[in-house]
């Protein structure tokens, strides 16, 4: 399966990888949940206005999160969220206009457009104008109105943006200074850096720096002490933050698995991120651990990233290349085509 969940109409499947053994990753329950209204209720018409659908969602998804544990939860999540939009700017390029937020799909399958962009910055969008029309409260009332307006209907980007206006005729000074053709029609990050409250990730951020500036004389003063108090959602974030620093010697994920043991941890979203720590390191003992991650099971999330990075370890390039022509058959259609091309395997090789 290569989603993390599908909202089908009254029938959600979702990822066996959502089985972490203490429910942190249930935020992708309270998103398919969410659908039932932002893409089942009201749909996008056509999959340039994608981002209606799960910049809502996501909105949707993480409220619920603040429900469930507090505000400053939510906030952690769409810190994470950022992260994983500069992440898909930085792998499709800055200047992709796959990574507009409403890009043009002409001559384009939506399948090969498909990343975090519509998701995370359609959720920038939304909380930077909760930010600036009044709060959540307040943004909840429009989300609420949204829904009811054009229940049972497909909607575009502009059908959304004038019911924003006629909701908000108070704000329209407000609203007309925002650049709108630089969130919808413009590639790379949004135009506004949103801010969000960094309580959770403080010691996340402490932790990643001390990692990131260590010399080797330095690698003594760490110790399974330094996580002992982290959520599963802090040890995410620790190692995402990782991710977008420099790689890492070898000797320190070395390390850093001799004192937290990640290589135990079956939680996917860490495992897969430790792995990916492991590879840009030129870790050899990482190798097998990522192929095996990559290729037992078919989220895309997981398997494109983890099958770009074996193929980026050059030495184990030709093994990454036979591991996807060998479990090819097993894979959902659009996982085999997408990871085909990441590793540069024309049909022809097939």
Not at 35 to 53: A, D, I, K, P, Y
Not at 188 to 207: E, N, Q, R, W
Not at 250 to 256: A, E, I, L, R, S
Request: aromatic share 12%.
């Amino acid at each position: 399966f290569p989603y993390g969940g599908m909202e089908n109409p009254c029938l959600t499947y979702v990822t066996p990888t959502l089985l972490a053994g203490d429910r942190s990753l249930a935020n992708v329950i309270a998103h398919e949940i969410a659908h039932s209204w932002m893409g089942n209720l009201v749909t996008n018409r056509t999959w340039e206005h994608f981002w209606l659908n799960e910049g809502h969602t996501v909105y949707l998804e993480r409220m619920i999160g603040a429900r469930m544990f507090k505000e400053p939860f939510r906030q952690f999540a769409a810190m994470g969220g950022w992260k994983d939009l500069h992440d898909s700017v930085k792998t499709m390029g800055e200047t992709s206009v796959l990574t507009n937020l409403v890009p043009n799909l002409n001559e384009v399958d939506p399948d090969d457009a498909f990343s975090s962009v519509p998701y995370e910055k359609g959720f920038a969008l939304l909380y930077h104008l909760e930010q600036l029309l009044g709060g959540s409260d307040v943004f909840m009332g429009f989300i609420k109105a949204y829904i009811q307006r054009f229940a049972f209907n497909s909607v575009t980007t502009d059908d959304w943006k004038t019911f924003l206006y006629l909701y908000f005729d108070d704000k329209v000074a407000v609203l007309n200074k925002i650049d709108w053709n630089a969130w919808f029609h413009t590639p790379g990050m949004p135009p506004v850096h949103v801010k969000f409250d960094s309580t959770l990730a403080d010691a996340c951020i402490a932790l990643c720096q001390r990692w990131s500036k260590a010399k080797e004389s330095d690698l003594g003063s760490f110790s399974a002490t330094d996580i002992k108090e982290m959520s599963s959602h802090q040890l995410i974030e620790f190692l995402a933050l990782l991710l977008l620093e420099d790689p890492l010697p070898v000797t320190h994920v070395q390390k850093m698995q001799a004192v937290y043991n990640f290589n135990a941890i079956n939680n996917a979203e860490i495992r897969f991120r430790w792995l990916r720590l492991c590879l840009q390191a030129h870790w050899d003992d990482a190798v097998p651990l990522a192929l095996r991650m990559a290729t037992e099971q078919g989220r895309m999330k997981f398997t494109r990233p983890l099958f770009r990075d074996l193929y980026n370890f050059t030495k184990c390039r030709n093994e990454t290349v036979s591991k996807y022509k060998e479990n090819k058959p097993n894979m959902h259609p659009i996982t085999a085509m997408l990871v085909g091309k990441d590793l540069k395997v024309e049909l022809s090789e097939e």
